[in-house]
């Protein structure tokens, strides 16, 4: 089974396989090679975070209005820990890390908090790369079900419940 076929929303094939094509056969394709057209109509899914290599931190580019209607707030500009909990901070910044790091994509399934609520949510993080190779921004896009919500108070939830892969950016190669 490739990567890409384990993923279920057609939004989030669509977003992964249009980074693959704009990938080529580079490690990780460059943000001035996304096309606002193909994405358009998903880019209320999708978010871009700048990782800032002073702060080892992530800030936030830009976030649709699915992500910011999630999270209750503007996103645009704030870093990590000004969006999250410590502890999900941390948890994000790791998975961030390793995307950028590896690089790698990594897809799956949460149950998370957000806003005062529990969210399940479908997701993929995916590197873009400067001129010279180096990852230094995060692309990503979330798709969070509302219907599915679970009450805080009406369990039961559990909110470290996810199910995210990891995979290297180096074995995409053979995806197509």
Known sequence: MTFGSRIKHPSLRRFFDHWMEIKGERMVPLRSQLDPVVIGPDLKYVWLYDYLPVDDNYRCRLAGEHIQDTHRKRLADLLIDEIYTPDIAAFV????????????????????????????????MLPLGDSEGAVRQILGMSIYDFESEVDAEHGPHNIDDHDLQVFDCKDLQTEQ
């Open 93 to 124: 910044k790791g998975y961030w890390d390793t995307v950028r790091d590896k690089p790698a994509v990594i897809y799956g399934t949460a149950v998370s908090p957000g806003g005062g609520r529990i969210l399940r949510s479908e997701r993929l």
